[in-house]
């Protein structure tokens, strides 16, 4: 007897965005499911993030449809969304620099679902995700004097603090070390195994090749390779894609 596949947690049909009559994304067909890890690579300018701007709902497709855990979601606004149980992340973080670390946590705790929990629950429950991140040692600190390394991580604690189903992470690991990447990578596999689908964009393949359980390529705004992510950063395309050469 066959195997049955996992259940489907987002899927995109024949998805495209255009900006004044210019295609940024083109018939994307995509499909997470539960229990996975998706990594989206591809040079500047692929589409990338306007994808994850699609799915979170900062923009609406022009065509095609998207699905989150069964419902329609393609002209849902980014906090239904959030509430439904989808987070990201954004390349450049965005924290609120006067506030502190565990401030900009409780900002997720309280507004990222209906139920919210109370104050003295929710001040305990930020300090966990601070430590599960860790940057329970900057508790305190105000967001803007945070390194670039630890104001991603934040990023990723106040995501987490909407308790999400799906967490999209937007080149988390730009710019970090090595030995920084490889804090984030351990990360990522912690949050997968405390039950957390995730997709992530990596423009260096620098996390995704150690997290990832699939790679998604693509060019132009176009899918040009999907499946093992060996297998997909092996194929002529996607090299030609990052050299520049791909016709």
């Known amino acids: 007897m066959l195997e049955q596949a996992p259940p489907v947690c987002l899927e995109l049909h024949r998805v495209s965005m255009s900006f004044g009559g210019q295609p940024v994304l083109k018939d994307?067909?995509?499909?997470?499911?539960?229990?996975?890890?998706v990594g989206l690579i591809g040079p500047n300018g692929a589409g990338k993030t306007m994808l994850f701007n699609l799915i979170a709902g900062v923009y609406h497709a022009s065509q095609g449809s998207i699905r989150y855990r069964g419902q329609e979601t393609t002209r849902w606004p980014p906090h239904r969304l959030c509430h439904a149980g989808l987070a990201r992340t954004f390349q450049v973080p965005r924290p609120f620099p006067e506030m502190t670390a565990l401030e900009n946590v409780l900002l997720g705790l309280m507004f990222g679902k209906i139920d919210g929990p109370a104050a003295d629950a929710a001040k305990e429950q930020a300090g966990e995700l601070l430590a599960l991140v860790g940057l329970d040692h900057k508790t305190d600190t105000p967001a803007g004097k945070?390194?670039?390394s630890e104001q991603r991580r934040l990023e990723v604690a106040r995501a987490l603090a909407t308790r999400p189903h799906l967490l999209l992470l937007d080149e988390i690991a730009a710019g970090l070390s090595?030995?920084?990447?490889?804090?984030?990578?351990?990360?990522v596999k912690k949050l997968h195994?405390?039950?957390?689908?995730l997709m992530i964009i990596d423009h260096f393949l620098n996390l995704t090749l150690k997290v990832?359980?699939?790679?998604?390529?693509?060019?132009?705004?176009?899918?040009?390779?999907?499946?093992e992510?060996?297998?997909v950063i092996r194929h002529p395309e996607?090299?030609?894609a990052y050299l520049g050469t791909r016709e």
Do not use: F, K, S, Y
């Open 193 to 197: 195994r405390q039950g957390i689908n």
């Open 28 to 37: 994307i067909n995509l499909v997470v499911r539960e229990g996975e890890i």
């Open 212 to 227: 990832c359980h699939r790679l998604v390529a693509l060019d132009e705004g176009e899918i040009i390779m999907a499946g």
């Open 238 to 240: 996607v090299v030609a």
């Open 178 to 187: 090595p030995q920084a990447v490889g804090q984030v990578a351990r990360l």
């Open 229 to 231: 992510p060996g297998q």
């Open 146 to 148: 945070l390194t670039l």
